[in-house]
């Protein structure tokens, strides 16, 4: 069963505020044991599970790994910005805080991860203070692009991978990553050229590209094309595309009245969701889809600016 269909019953199971709490704290830890392994691998050249020189990832991808450490670094910069640590906790979460940021832009090639979590940055600055927070974003951005290309392992890896697989591409071999993804588009878009109103059916996907390519096996055989806008517009038509964005829509509007930090942090789910979704099946993949519906049921039933509303 699609994760999806269990969204009423994780918005009941988070409104016990202790379940809520128990659920943060946990993905909190998992999270953070995960950045630290591959950190101390890192650091000690110890290639362990999925760790490879310049992509210390070490349980299941790059793409996961800073995708959550990004929302657990966002996290806790919006509690440092609304002041909700204290004392030496605030020491310690400012070291975390920097800790992921060297872990997810210095150790770490997952591409989609990076630009999603520098979006969720400037998303959060300009939430804090958007006049301040708009100067502080153009400064962050012109600072990455000089800094992280020439002294990032793992940016410039991720930029020469995907040079060297525009250059292939270019040259007529479709089988590498970003090949792939764009070969998936190409014939994505022709299908959805087919029946743009009404789509092929629901789950015709599969089939259909298949009838459309005539390859059934190898690497560019594929049952989603890497973004789920996509696969719902080939599938359903012009209304699947619009589908996602009024999920999202609906979901910020619905957390309209939630207190500053939880309000902020709920925007920051919603549009990393949005935006990874072009290059990948976030929505459709089990584990950022099941994560996305718990990290939005819990924080929908965050503490309200008027609980009245």
């Known amino acids: 069963m699609h994760p999806y269909y269990l969204i009423p ?20 830890l998992g999270v953070l044991i995960n950045v630290v392994l591959s950190c101390i691998a890192a650091w000690n050249e110890y290639y362990i599970l999925n760790a490879v020189p310049d992509d210390w990832s070490m349980f299941r991808s790059h793409s996961y790994h800073n995708y959550f450490a990004g929302l657990l670094a966002v996290s806790i910069l919006i509690g440092l910005l609304n002041n909700k640590f204290r ?12 800790l992921i940021n060297y872990n997810i ?13 520098l979006l969720m940055i ?10 301040a927070g708009i100067i502080a974003g153009v400064i962050l951005a012109l600072s990455t692009a000089f800094i992280l290309p ?35 588009y190409k014939s994505s878009i022709a299908l ?12 015709s996907f599969v089939n259909e590209y298949r009838k459309l390519t005539g390859i059934h096996e190898g690497q560019r055989a594929t049952n989603n094309p890497h973004n789920d806008y996509l696969k719902l517009g080939i599938e359903l038509g012009i209304i699947g595309i619009i589908l996602l964005p009024l999920l999202l829509i609906t979901a910020a509007w619905q957390g ?26 976030f929505f ?26």
């Open 256 to 281: 309209r009245h939630l207190v500053d930090p939880w309000r902020w942090m709920l925007y920051a789910v919603l549009t990393s969701m949005g935006v990874a979704t072009l290059a990948n099946s």
């Open 105 to 117: 832009l210095f150790l770490v090639a997952g591409r989609t991860g990076q630009l999603i979590y």
């Open 150 to 184: 020439n002294f990032s392992p793992a940016i410039q890896k991720g930029v020469n991978i995907t040079q060297s697989n525009l250059i292939s591409y270019s040259e007529g071999n479709v089988e590498t990553p970003t090949g792939l993804r764009l070969d998936y």
């Open 192 to 203: 959805l050229k087919e029946k743009p109103f009404f789509g092929h059916g629901t789950g």
């Open 9 to 28: 019953f994780f918005l009941v199971i988070f409104s016990v505020p202790k379940v809520r709490n128990t659920f943060f704290a946990g993905f909190a």
């Open 87 to 98: 004392g030496i906790y605030r020491w310690v979460a400012i070291g975390f805080f920097l």
């Open 284 to 309: 459709m993949d089990t584990i950022t889809g099941v994560a996305f519906v718990l990290l939005t049921c819990a924080l929908l039933n965050g503490p309200q600016r008027d609980p009245t509303a």
């Open 122 to 131: 400037g998303l959060t600055l300009i939430s804090w203070k958007p006049r």
